[in-house]
């Protein structure tokens, strides 16, 4: 069985003390067997959700009509990857979690879903990074678009001319701002070419890091595929080792993180940043792998063209009369 990792490794920002990894694994979650999955009906129509690394795994069950999943995330071990239908809703395609792991988490998303980082145990210099976690379909979803059923069509049609596809949606947010979000694609046939069109069957890394500090997500489920009661495709996927970053600054810099107005943020050709109270010597920006790409001269206002950096998520380190400071922004 695997465990929560914590890693100390140093960032190339000098403005960062250390950084700290905590990977979810699930592992940690005690189901009630083998080849089984947990269920919470004790607080009908509440968050009955699980806590594991430094995130809250969100979870709604009803009572009404025998007992139904309204929405969230349930841990499972089961292997069955071959059983198509609603009773075989539990598993994932590949049978196993990510690196043969016993545990993984079954999302149920046919509304949006919610996964909550536990900052009640973070210093309050730290700062939240979710670099991303595996993902792969569960077996009902997986053989609902390979095959068909009652209620979902075969994708691509027949002869496999349709354009058909099936993503998840990830939204993040800081203390109930949308910062940006990110799509990865469970099944895509857009492509001309018909030798192009993919189900995803194994566990595959959907990388979350360049969307930059957050403290909650927000997960989505669309597809091609729908009718009058909205999506036909059964609305699943499943996850595993969900890893967060955590970076912390200086309690000089925590105390000067916001040293000056930095806008627009998003930013698209150009970002400008205007001192709160001091002249700006310098500005450094750093990718999120810690690589600087470029420095600025100061002034009373920093015009930096962005036209030319790559999307993602950056670091400003200001130099100014009363020292060094921190940023963030985001390019689209």
Request: hydrophobic share 35%; glycine share 8%; proline share 3%.
């Amino acid at each position: 069985m695997r465990k929560i990792s914590t890693l100390i490794v140093a960032l190339l920002v000098t403005s960062f003390a250390n950084a700290q990894t905590v990977v979810a694994t699930f592992d940690t979650i005690t189901l009630p067997g083998t080849d089984t999955f947990y269920v919470n009906y004790s607080m009908p129509m509440q968050d009955v959700g699980y806590n594991d690394g430094l995130a809250h795994f969100e979870c709604v069950y009803d009572t009404a009509w025998g007992g139904s999943w309204v929405r969230g995330f349930a841990p499972s071990n089961m292997t069955d990857s071959v059983t198509s239908g609603y009773f075989n809703q539990y598993s994932a395609k590949p049978a196993k979690g990510y690196n043969g792991s016993n545990n993984y988490m079954v999302a149920f998303c046919t509304d949006t879903v919610t996964i909550k980082i536990d900052r009640s145990k973070l210093a309050p210099n730290a700062y939240t990074w979710v670099s991303g976690f595996y993902i792969t379909n569960s077996t009902y979803a997986y053989n609902s678009m390979r095959d068909g059923d009652g209620f979902a069509k075969k994708f691509g049609g027949v002869p496999n001319n349709d354009s058909d596809w099936f993503k998840l949606t990830v939204n993040a947010y800081v203390k109930g701002t949308h910062i940006g979000y990110k799509e990865f694609y469970l099944a895509d046939f857009r492509d001309a070419d018909s030798t192009k069109d993919y189900i995803v069957k194994d566990w595959q890394w959907f990388s979350l890091n360049d969307l930059g500090h957050m403290d909650s997500l927000k997960l989505s489920l669309t597809s091609s595929d729908t009718g009058s009661f909205g999506m036909n495709t059964p609305a699943y996927f499943c996850m595993d080792d969900f890893t967060v970053n955590i970076f912390y600054l200086s309690v000089n810099d925590a105390a000067k993180s916001q040293p000056a107005k930095v806008y627009p943020n998003p930013a698209t050709d150009r970002l400008y940043i205007e001192p709160n109270d001091e002249m700006v010597k310098t500005v450094a920006v750093y990718d999120m792998s810690g690589k600087q790409v470029a420095v600025y001269n100061g002034d009373t206002k920093v015009e930096i063209n962005t036209s030319n950096f790559a999307t993602g998520t950056y670091v400003l380190q200001i130099v100014g009369d009363n020292g060094v400071a921190t940023s963030r922004f985001v390019k689209r």
